[in-house]
């Protein structure tokens, strides 16, 4: 009987059969998504990039460990990250003089924080007057009332 294998071991087992250029070629796939552009960057010749790329996604265990890092990145996702990056990204593209994805990087970054809010309604079924009524005392009432656009924290 086989003795079983531990998680750990199966993932280092699964590095040993890449070579240097496929782990880099992995990690470049699973954050570019772009199969030649990750090649370029895994060291493969620029010319050959596009082939040496669609040929590592065809192969069992690069495919693998691609599925195996993306499903990585994806445990490491919090809010805080995805601020960062739009963060870098705003930046970044305000740099290269990319001024419609620094401003969209800059509403995202407003939403997350609720600057923004989406203050559509979209009701379904069977409306009476009497419903329509009061969303509409509601939406008045929010509208008479003022924004407080203070910081509720203080430093201390």
Known sequence: MAKPVSLETRQRQSRAQLSLKQM???K???HLGNAAEAARKAG???KAAKEVGYENLTKPHVKAAVGQELARIAMEVTP??????LDTISHNA????????AVRAEE?????IGLWVDQSLHLTGALKDEHIQAVLEIARRRRAEPIDLTDDETDT
Do not use: C, H, I, N
């Not at 305000?94 to 994805?101: I, R």
């Not at 995202?108 to 997350?112: A, V």
């Open 24 to 26: 880099r070629f992995v």
């Open 28 to 30: 470049e796939y699973a």
């Open 44 to 46: 493969y010749k620029p």
């Open 80 to 85: 805080d990250r995805v601020r960062r990056r």
């Open 94 to 101: 305000e740099a290269a003089g990319q001024f419609g994805p």
């Open 108 to 112: 995202l970054l407003g939403r997350s």
